[in-house]
T-cell receptor, first 113, second 109 residues
């Protein structure tokens, strides 16, 4: 079946612009996660959704970052007034209820110039 | 802060050799997972070991867990060039996964 999809796959933006990243989880997966991965580093947890509520936003690095989820489907991660340090790969993952394994999308590579 | 730390950071071996990667973590866990990442994009789940398990096998993969030492190891036997990737351990408490910085494995043909 279809896996987690993310769009765009690559995004180049100018410093100060807003960007919106999209994640389509696997159908039936109630949990959805956003991570950030800087070059050569591990994954930083950003936010977790259970359904359309976000019980844990603790990883969002600043108030320029926000995320929404519609029901148990699409999620968007918005970064306002982008900075160069926002350049990274943004990965989305989903998982079914009561399953620990996470299924990852291919990521969006964001470059802020 | 990162929970898991992998060791070594990078590993280069010849095809056919075994590759061993280690992971240490700081707090108690429910389970530990290993993931693989090709070319800096999406991660693929490899194996999960629960806190009450000591060893688990999946194909050419063998994972051990020592909760007293807060450490785990991933062994890939009879490595292939296609195993070249970055490998991450991830620990969880409840829903959140916390990833280490990864081991970059290069398998030379």
């Amino acid at each position: 079946g279809a896996g987690v999809s993310q769009s765009p796959s690559n995004k180049v933006t100018e410093k100060g612009k807003d960007v919106e990243l999209r994640c389509d989880p696997i159908s039936g997966h109630t949990a959805l996660y956003w991570y950030r991965q800087r070059l050569g580093q591990g994954l930083e947890f950003l936010i977790y959704f259970q359904g359309n509520s976000a019980p844990d936003k603790s990883g969002l690095p600043s108030d320029r970052f926000s995320a929404e989820r519609t029901g148990e489907s699409v999620s968007t991660l918005t970064i306002q007034r982008t900075q160069q340090e926002d350049s990274a790969v943004y990965l989305c993952a989903s998982s079914p209820p009561s399953i620990y394994e996470q299924y990852f999308g291919p990521g969006t590579r964001l470059t802020v110039t | 802060s990162q929970q898991g730390e992998e060791d070594p950071q990078a590993l280069s071996i010849q095809e056919g050799e075994n590759a061993t990667m280690n992971c240490s973590y700081k707090t108690s866990i429910n389970n530990l997972q290993w993931y693989r990442q090709n070319s800096g994009r999406g991660l693929v789940h490899l194996i999960l070991i629960r806190s009450n398990e000591r060893e688990k096998h999946s194909g050419r993969l063998r994972v051990t867990l020592d909760t007293s030492k807060k450490s785990s190891s991933l062994l890939i036997t009879a490595s292939r060039a296609a195993d070249t990737a970055s490998y991450f351990c991830a620990t969880d408490s409840s829903y959140k996964l916390i990833f280490g910085s990864g081991t970059r494995l290069l398998v030379r043909p």
